[in-house]
């Protein structure tokens, strides 16, 4: 977007009418289709997929004198969504929603974790054995500075961020639009957006920490790496080899289930927003916890299936969460749970919601309430916990 003084200042030189191009505004990726429309078509679709499931086709544009271009009028949207209907309320959709997520943030932070790796083994190209131990560990902390640097690289941060952002904003919508039984106005207001739009910076933040921790460990492993390699007489080849097998085992090696819980968790909060949302337009005053009851189901969903909830009190303690001053806090406010022994607590603060036994098969049953969730720190929206593949049902 340009300010129109701007524009005149660096005016139209050409027209061109006749070419074609695919653009995905979320990657910020351009691509012209000299073939024309088919070409076009195919490239759009392909960066809806790699994108964040919508691109945009254009024909013509305006050259300006700067040598930049202005696309004017958008000949086709592709919205893959729209095209397969995915509904984030269909367990099989929302799952191939997941799917979808999980692959951009793998990508995304390969891509990041491979650059970083190219400059960590270029540190380890020096010739070890020329080195004292205070230098060698000086060498070590340099390469560990390096590894550390993923987890606050702004470009890794971005790659996480958006796709989580921008898909959780969508699922929300469409999760509200059917929670309300409208066709139409999938939008979400400023306010709504800004809390969805925190459950994505905030996943972001747990993925950083992550790759924080990992790095740390990874430090702490290569001292007796090289150590061990230069008592045997490896060469520094072969000990930097082995360290970067080291990290990209403590780095990248846990990163596929890793960021699918991350999408998972991300994804499953903006539904669960969006169905809130959708419960408060449409004067739903409560709403019941929905697990999926099957053989893997957890004690945790299986003691939460069926309880009721107040929708104003879940959205006023969803604001209180987007006031929170740091992911920390957020996570400590509105906790997952876990489950010690035959009790469930709640992660953050420890208290017990709830005791159970367990049949013979091992499923969980005759469950006791110990303190009612509604005064504890614990979630009252789905997910429960990491892989929670519970929803929301209003009370009608
Ligand atoms: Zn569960
Ligand atoms: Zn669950």
Redesign the pocket.
């Known amino acids: 977007v340009a300010e129109p003084r701007e524009l005149s200042d660096d005016p139209p030189v050409l027209v061109c009418c006749t070419g074609w191009t695919a653009v995905s505004p979320h990657l910020g990726r351009l691509e012209a289709a000299p073939l024309g429309p088919g070409e076009a078509g195919a490239r759009a679709l392909r960066l809806a997929a790699e994108g964040d499931g919508t691109a945009l086709v254009f024909r013509g544009h305006v050259q300006l004198r700067s040598g930049s271009r202005l696309y004017v009028r958008a000949r086709h949207v592709v919205d893959l969504d729209k095209a397969r209907r995915l509904s984030p309320l269909n367990r099989r959709d929302f799952a191939r929603i997941v799917d979808e997520v999980h692959r951009q943030l793998l990508r995304g932070a390969r891509r990041a974790e491979r650059e970083a790796m190219t400059r960590a083994a270029a540190k380890l190209k020096r010739r070890w054995n020329d080195l004292g131990p205070r230098a060698t560990a000086r060498q070590i902390e340099e390469v560990a500075q390096v590894v550390l640097g993923i987890a606050r690289s702004p470009a890794l941060a971005r790659v996480v961020e958006g796709p989580l952002v921008s898909r959780a904003l969508r699922v929300a919508a469409d999760s509200r639009r059917a929670a309300r039984k409208e066709s139409v106005k999938p939008l979400l207001d400023v306010a709504d957006r800004a809390a969805v739009a925190r459950i994505g910076r905030d996943q972001t933040f747990w993925v950083m920490n992550e790759y924080g921790r990992r790095a740390r460990a990874w430090a702490r492993d290569a001292a007796p790496i090289i150590r061990d390699g230069l008592a045997q007489g490896l060469d520094a080849r072969t000990i930097a080899t082995d360290l970067q097998a080291a990290l990209g085992r403590r780095v990248s090696g846990r990163s596929e289930a890793y960021f699918r819980t991350v999408a998972n968790v991300a994804m499953t909060r903006g539904r669960s927003y969006g169905q809130l949302t959708g419960f408060r337009d449409g004067a739903v005053l409560e709403y019941q916890w929905s ?2 009851m099957d053989e893997v ?2 004690p ?2 299986a003691f ?1 299936d069926g309880q009721i909830f107040s929708t104003s009190d879940a959205i006023a303690r969803m604001a209180r969460v987007e006031a929170a001053p740091s992911p920390d806090a957020a996570a400590a406010m509105d906790s997952f749970y876990s489950v010690r022994g035959d009790r469930i607590v709640v992660r953050s603060s420890g208290t017990e919601v709830a005791r159970f036994r367990r049949d013979d098969d091992g499923a969980p049953t005759g469950f006791r309430a110990l303190t009612p969730i509604r005064g504890t720190e614990g979630v009252t929206m ?4 990491e892989g ?3 929803t929301l049902l209003p009370v009608l």
Do not use: G
């Open positions: 697990a999926v189901t957890c945790v969903c939460l789905p997910p429960a916990h929670c593949r519970c």
